[in-house]
């Protein structure tokens, strides 16, 4: 094996597509029609299936009800109309134990692809239609009629592999090409080797080389899972060292404040409360400290459900700040929810003799003077505002904290602009978007990590349940009930306007109709993404000042909105929100001491149905995250998640892959801990993958 210092030339294996053998000009189009311009491309596109004799039935035993899953050879074939006009394309597959149909209603273009003679691998449920019958969902050629010199197929001991193929580049050319290429670029990325032999070892990991031949010609399917692990681990390994490289510039090239603990603060306020912090909080503030007191600077995300306390421990980190003799800042997305976090903070420190200083846009000028004077002088010891606060030429005397609530409103540059102070002042992120350990790790492995998983006790559950459309007025009764009893409700709808695709109601349609028809003796308000956004601003004034009974809203109510009088939601249309979404929403009520009750209203199919039961009957939401991720799959939950971020995974698989993720990450910050700038020889190669794989997230958090 070659050595891992030496430089190595990664351009052999940029080469455009052409230069693969059987892939001429015309052919190059359609691969790269495809995305496979270099043989890179090819040969890091692997199957995406395996089957063979554990996995493929004999005809013979196949029964109508079955899930079929069998190679035949095609004996003849045809296409027959039917009085429906409907024409189906049918062939009559042979194995070495019997014949059985196989048949496509409405695909009659398949005569013109498939050959007598022909080898396939059809998958689909056997029913019974004029007798047995196969109907495929998906069939790969494996072999041509006029290549088939040898025998039938023999499954046993072959597996055989399904390639993401197009119509102009199907299986049985993608299959030639490998056969043809295979070798060579194999050798060519064995070159590429940058995982040490240890390590690998370690993590019981194949080579780059093997990993790529078992993936494309495993002699089980067993082992193609094994060359599967080595790619998986590549991605989240070199996604992981970009984010080491960015937490040791954010931790240790720009040194923390040590900040001296005398207690003076933290112990009266602990005794001020009229409860006990969680053991969860407690943890997390312990993590918190360490780092506070550390000559690291603190980088970290505190994560947990609404209502789990974040804003209370936040509390008590900048309290610690602000007994050291620093200022500490509290930066929330909006106005409303900035004035929420002064008042509130007011009331717990005043007592203590510690400042909370308001400064958002709304400020008099008179005002905004005196407050800028006071973050000046230091006479403001906690300042609460928008990202005005970092942007603006607002002068600290000595900030030392900044938290950041909601912390993916903000982008990765406004969150890097933080750390540009000197001293630069230590950072807390909070985020109440509960998402599963795995995920956390991966989009924001720049970042430590503390959880709250724990919520404060005595809380009541929101009584959840389902209806259909049919029991909508019922719905409102219960509504009506509660808004008679002088509480606030939210009916929430997924669109703004009507559109024509859909019969979804939009949310401007249906605050006319509630007004006038539904709730005419109660004062209304509507609230939707295309109103000026100090509309938006007054109307959810009015509903905080109680000012409104009702809010008639689209998805962009405050997520950190607390409205203890709100104890009603009716959300429409929950099929259409993910289950993330829906407890985001749901989190709106019960804040308060009532019951609270959240309506769902949906049209729903069967998955959907599925979907919100799960919903129904739990509200922790690291659960409700969890299913989420096993029913939408990795790649949507990186798409509700912020731009910038999107770690866009090919090989790796979260759920499956948690236990090479979480060595990635300790390898990754154990390499750029020793060698911050990767100079050292044995770490050339890593460089240039690193480069190679990410020249573009480098530049965006300008490291590298
Ligand atoms: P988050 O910011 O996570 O949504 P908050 O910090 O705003 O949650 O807390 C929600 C509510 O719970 C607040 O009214 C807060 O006073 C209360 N609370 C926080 N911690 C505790 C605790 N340990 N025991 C009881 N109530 C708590
Ligand atoms: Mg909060």
Redo the contacts with the bound molecule.
């Keep these: 094996m070659s050595r891992r210092d030496e430089p190595v030339d990664f351009s052999l294996l940029e080469k455009p597509v052409q230069f693969l053998k059987g892939v001429g000009p015309k052919r190059a189009e359609h691969f790269q029609r495809m995305g496979l311009l270099t043989a890179r491309d090819v040969l890091y596109h692997v199957p995406r299936r395996y089957d063979d004799a554990s996995t493929v039935q004999d005809i013979a035993d196949l029964d109508v009800g079955m899930e079929a899953n069998v190679i035949g050879r095609i004996r003849t074939k045809g296409v027959i109309p039917t009085r429906a006009r409907l024409r189906i394309f049918q062939a009559i597959l042979e194995d070495d134990t019997g014949r059985i149909t196989a048949a496509w209603p409405g695909q009659p273009w398949l005569d013109r692809k498939l050959r007598e003679g022909d080898t396939i691998l059809v998958s689909g449920p056997v029913k019974f239609f004029h007798g047995k019958q196969i109907q495929p969902k998906e069939f790969t050629l494996l072999r041509r009629a006029s290549d088939t010199d040898e025998e039938g197929p023999t499954p046993e001991g072959t597996v055989f592999v399904t390639y993401p193929a197009s119509e102009h580049v199907p299986q049985w050319v993608l299959r030639a090409v490998f056969e043809k290429n295979l070798d060579g670029l194999l050798d060519l990325v064995a070159r590429e080797e940058w995982l040490p032999d240890d390590v690998r070892a370690e993590l019981r990991l194949l080579g780059l080389r093997d990993a790529l031949d078992r993936l494309h010609r495993p002699s089980t399917p067993a082992e193609a899972e094994f060359g599967r692990r080595r790619l998986a681990f590549d991605e989240l390994f070199f996604l992981q060292l970009v984010q080491a490289l960015v937490r040791h510039r954010e931790t240790v090239e720009r040194p923390g404040i040590r900040f001296m603990r005398t207690n003076e603060l933290v112990r009266p306020l602990l005794e001020s409360l009229p409860?006990?912090?969680?053991g969860a909080?407690a943890r997390a503030l312990r993590e918190i400290t360490e780092d506070m007191t550390s000559t690291r600077r603190m980088n970290r995300l505190l994560q947990?459900?609404?209502?789990?306390?974040?804003?209370?421990?936040a509390l008590f980190s900048m309290i610690v700040a602000v007994e050291a003799g620093w200022q500490a800042a509290l930066m929330a997305p909006t106005e409303i929810l900035a004035e929420q976090h002064a008042r509130k903070l007011r009331e717990l420190v005043e007592p203590l003799g510690v400042t909370v200083t308001l400064l958002t846009g709304r400020l008099g000028s008179a005002d905004r003077r005196d407050a800028l004077a006071a973050i000046g002088s230091g006479d403001a010891n906690l300042i609460v505002g928008t990202h005005a606060l970092i942007q603006d030429a607002v002068a600290f005397a000595r900030l030392g904290l900044v938290v950041v609530d909601e912390q993916h409103r903000f982008g990765v540059k406004q969150r890097m602009a933080l750390g540009t102070g000197d001293p630069a002042p230590d950072v807390l992120l909070?985020s109440?978007t509960p998402i599963p350990r795995s995920l956390a790790l991966t989009l924001y492995g720049e970042l430590d990590i503390s959880v709250?998983d724990e919520l404060?006790?005595?809380r009541t559950t929101i009584e959840t349940t389902l209806y259909g459309a049919a029991q909508r007025d019922e719905v409102y009764r219960r509504v009506a009930g509660e808004l008679d009893a002088g509480r606030q409700a939210y009916v929430v709808y997924p669109l703004v306007e009507e559109s024509e695709k859909t019969d979804l109601r939009a949310a401007t349609e249906e605050f006319e109709r509630l007004s006038e028809e539904v709730f005419p003796e109660h004062r209304l308000g509507l609230l939707h993404g295309q109103l000026a956004s100090d509309e938006k601003d007054a109307t959810m004034r009015a509903f905080v000042a109680g000012e409104i009974d009702l809010l008639v809203a689209t998805t962009v109510i405050e997520v950190?909105i607390?409205v203890p009088n709100a104890s009603v939601m009716v959300i429409e249309h929950a099929e259409r929100f993910g289950l993330s979404q829906l407890h985001q929403l749901r989190g709106r009520v019960g804040r308060g001491a009532a019951q609270s009750y959240c309506h769902l209203v949906a049209e729903p199919t069967e998955g959907a149905l599925e979907r919100l039961r799960i919903f129904r009957d739990t509200t922790d939401g690291f659960r409700i995250a969890n299913a989420d991720l096993q029913i939408r799959g990795q790649g949507d939950l990186f798409g509700s998640q912020q731009s910038g971020h999107d770690p866009n995974l090919r090989h790796a698989d979260l759920e499956r892959d948690g236990d090479l993720l979480r060595a990635a990450q300790r390898i990754a910050r154990e390499i750029v801990d020793a060698d911050p700038k990767l100079q050292a020889a044995a770490h050339a190669r890593v460089r240039g993958v690193l480069r190679a794989r990410h020249a573009h997230r480098l530049e965006l958090y300008e490291v590298g």
């Design positions: 409860f006990e912090l969680t909080q947990g459900d609404v209502g789990a306390g974040k804003t209370l421990v909070m109440a709250l404060p006790p005595g950190g607390d």
